[in-house]
C-alpha cells in the first residue's frame, strides 16, 4: 500500500498537478491538507473518476484537509475531538478514516505566526489536544498513523539554517516537546529519505530562490504506531513534484507499506 501526505495550497490552485500526481505515482491513500476551499467545492466527481473516495472537512480560506482513498472509507470523523477553538471556531484541520487495514489522520497544526501571540498559544492546545485524541489508536495493534503539515521542524537539521529561526516559530522548544509527546503516546517519525541534498526538506519558500537554493525545512511529517512503522518499505519526499510552474510550496511525502 502506498500512502502519502501533501500540502497542495489550494485543491484548485493545484487540481490538474494533482490528478496527475496521482495516476503517475499509484498512491492508495493520500492525506490531503490546505485544500483552501469548501467540502461542497472540492472536487470529489474529478477524483472519483480516478477511482478515489473523499472525506473531507473544508469551510474555505486558509485550512481544511482531506482522505482521499482508493483503498476504502471508513468510520469517518470530521475534526480533532476535544480540539480547541480559535476566535471561536474549530477550524477544519483534522479528519480521521480507516482506509482498508490502515487508520490515517490527515492534520494541518496550526502555524503559531509568532511567539507569544493568541495563535500561537492555540497551536499549542491544539497538539494537546490531538495527542489525548490519538492515544488509543497509537497503543492499538492496527496499523495507525498521524500524516500532515505540522508546522515543526522536529530537530535543528530540519531547517536550511537554524540561526535563522532562533526566536521563531516551528522550532520552539514547547512546539518541539509536542513532538516528543507523541512519541511518548507510541507514534515515532517516519523520516523519508531525500531524492536529492542530503536531506529530506518538504517545504521550499517561494520567495528568495528557495528551492532552487534548497533554502527548506522538513515539517510534513508521518507520526507512525509500532505496527505502521514495521510495515514501511520505503518512504521519500517526492521533490519532482515542488518543480514548476504552478506547484505547491510543499512536496508530497511518500511511505510505502507492506500491509
Given at each position: 500500500?502506498?500512502?502519502?501526505?501533501?500540502?497542495?495550497?489550494?485543491?484548485?490552485?493545484?487540481?490538474?498537478?494533482?490528478?496527475?500526481?496521482?495516476?503517475?505515482?499509484?498512491?492508495?491513500?493520500?492525506c490531503l491538507q490546505e485544500a483552501k476551499t469548501t467540502s461542497e467545492g472540492f472536487p470529489a466527481a474529478e477524483l472519483r473518476d480516478l477511482g478515489y473516495e473523499c472525506a473531507v472537512?473544508?469551510?474555505?480560506?486558509?485550512?481544511?484537509?482531506?482522505?482521499?482513498?482508493?483503498?476504502?472509507?471508513?468510520?469517518?470523523?470530521?475534526?480533532?475531538?476535544?480540539?480547541?477553538?480559535?476566535?471561536?471556531?474549530?477550524?477544519?484541520?483534522?479528519?480521521?478514516?480507516?482506509?482498508?487495514?490502515?487508520?490515517?489522520?490527515?492534520?494541518?497544526?496550526?502555524?503559531?505566526?509568532?511567539?507569544?501571540?493568541?495563535?500561537?498559544?492555540?497551536?499549542?492546545?491544539?497538539?494537546?489536544?490531538?495527542?489525548?485524541?490519538?492515544?488509543?489508536?497509537?497503543?492499538?495493534?492496527?496499523?495507525?498513523?498521524?500524516?500532515?503539515?505540522?508546522?515543526?521542524?522536529?530537530?535543528?537539521?530540519?531547517?536550511?539554517?537554524?540561526?535563522?529561526?532562533?526566536?521563531?516559530?516551528?522550532?520552539?522548544?514547547?512546539?518541539?516537546?509536542?513532538?516528543?509527546?507523541?512519541?511518548?503516546?507510541?507514534?515515532?517519525?517516519?523520516?523519508?529519505?531525500?531524492?536529492?541534498?542530503?536531506?529530506?526538506?518538504?517545504?521550499?519558500?517561494?520567495?528568495?530562490?528557495?528551492?532552487?537554493?534548497?533554502?527548506?525545512?522538513?515539517?510534513?511529517?508521518?507520526?507512525?504506531?509500532?505496527?505502521?512503522?514495521?510495515?514501511?518499505?520505503?518512504?521519500?519526499?517526492?521533490r519532482e513534484e515542488r518543480k514548476g510552474k504552478g506547484a505547491s510550496d510543499h512536496a508530497p511525502v511518500v511511505v510505502d507499506l507492506d500491509v
Amino acid at each position: 500500500m502506498r500512502i502519502a501526505t501533501w500540502n497542495v495550497n489550494s485543491i484548485t490552485a493545484r487540481l490538474p498537478r494533482l490528478l496527475a500526481w496521482l495516476e503517475s505515482s499509484g498512491t492508495d491513500v493520500l492525506c490531503l491538507q490546505e485544500a483552501k476551499t469548501t467540502s461542497e467545492g472540492f472536487p470529489a466527481a474529478e477524483l472519483r473518476d480516478l477511482g478515489y473516495e473523499c472525506a473531507v472537512n473544508a469551510t474555505g480560506r486558509w485550512n481544511g484537509v482531506a482522505v482521499i482513498s482508493k483503498a476504502g472509507l471508513e468510520d469517518v470523523v470530521v475534526g480533532l475531538p476535544g480540539g480547541p477553538d480559535y476566535e471561536g471556531v474549530q477550524e477544519p484541520r483534522a479528519i480521521s478514516a480507516t482506509c482498508g487495514p490502515v487508520r490515517v489522520w490527515s492534520v494541518y497544526v496550526p502555524n503559531g505566526r509568532e511567539v507569544g501571540h493568541d495563535h500561537y498559544a492555540y497551536k499549542l492546545r491544539w497538539l494537546e489536544a490531538l495527542n489525548k485524541a490519538v492515544a488509543d489508536a497509537a497503543a492499538g495493534e492496527r496499523p495507525f498513523a498521524v500524516l500532515g503539515d505540522f508546522n515543526i521542524a522536529p530537530t535543528d537539521e530540519d531547517v536550511w539554517d537554524p540561526a535563522l529561526f532562533v526566536g521563531a516559530t516551528h522550532v520552539t522548544p514547547a512546539e518541539r516537546a509536542a513532538l516528543a509527546a507523541l512519541r511518548d503516546a507510541g507514534l515515532s517519525d517516519v523520516v523519508p529519505r531525500p531524492l536529492k541534498y542530503d536531506r529530506p526538506y518538504t517545504y521550499w519558500d517561494y520567495r528568495l530562490l528557495g528551492f532552487p537554493k534548497n533554502k527548506g525545512m522538513r515539517i510534513d511529517l508521518v507520526y507512525g504506531n509500532a505496527p505502521f512503522a514495521a510495515a514501511v518499505k520505503d518512504s521519500y519526499v517526492d521533490r519532482e513534484e515542488r518543480k514548476g510552474k504552478g506547484a505547491s510550496d510543499h512536496a508530497p511525502v511518500v511511505v510505502d507499506l507492506d500491509v
